[in-house]
């Protein structure tokens, strides 16, 4: 007994002392190594060109009463990602649609190409109504048919008053495409009347 208690200490002591010592709370932490390997490849994207849409929720404005005078104003921002490492996406179209599905806004006036890892952003200003709180947009994006698909989001923000509001929505890919000149063009602005 009395013989195998130091040599189980000394065990107990060269196991603690293996331990990594802790990194201390706030601390950087240790830069990368410069031998890291990186990872494999994927393979580019080799299919025919496919035309894809995506559908993007928007919130322009949220109900926050019985009076439109009560609305929390929005700021919209829609971000579009290239998530693909290799193939560059061509952006087409990006409509904005108000809650009765009017488009009330085109954003490009020519194709946009996205790169390897590339964003875009389109904005909607926080006192532009016009969209409402069921507005969307639709994303008419081509790329080879196996690219991977585009990361769409709105980021919706409020800007007034001591509380900020934020919250995010993702973008769907649609299995058809929509008639871009299906749509009506802008409707006349009408005054939003108290809700009941």
């Known amino acids: 007994m009395t013989l195998r208690t130091p040599c189980l200490t000394l065990l107990l002591v060269l196991a603690t002392s293996c331990q990594p010592a802790a990194r201390p709370a706030g601390a950087p932490p240790p830069p990368p190594s410069a ?17 894809r849409t995506t559908y993007v929720p928007a919130y322009s404005h949220v109900p926050g009463g019985n009076r439109a005078a009560d609305d929390e104003l929005m700021a919209v921002l829609l971000s579009v990602r290239n998530v693909d490492s290799r193939a560059e996406v061509k952006l087409t179209q990006v409509d904005y649609f108000d809650t009765s599905g009017h488009r009330v806004r085109r954003y490009l006036a020519t194709p946009q190409v996205l790169r390897p890892l590339e964003t875009a952003d389109f904005a909607v200003d926080t006192y532009d109504r016009t969209g409402g709180s069921g507005a969307n947009f639709l994303v008419y994006w081509e790329a080879p048919s196996d690219v991977h698909p585009l990361l769409t989001e709105t980021i919706m923000m409020s800007r007034g008053g001591s509380t900020r509001v934020a919250f995010t929505s993702r973008g769907v890919e649609l299995d058809r495409r ?10 006349p602005a009408t005054t939003a009347p108290d809700r009941k």
């Open 35 to 51: 031998d890291a390997p990186d990872p494999p490849a994927e393979a580019p994207a080799a299919g025919e060109v496919k035309l």
């Open 178 to 187: 929509p008639d871009p000149k299906s749509f009506a063009s802008e409707p």
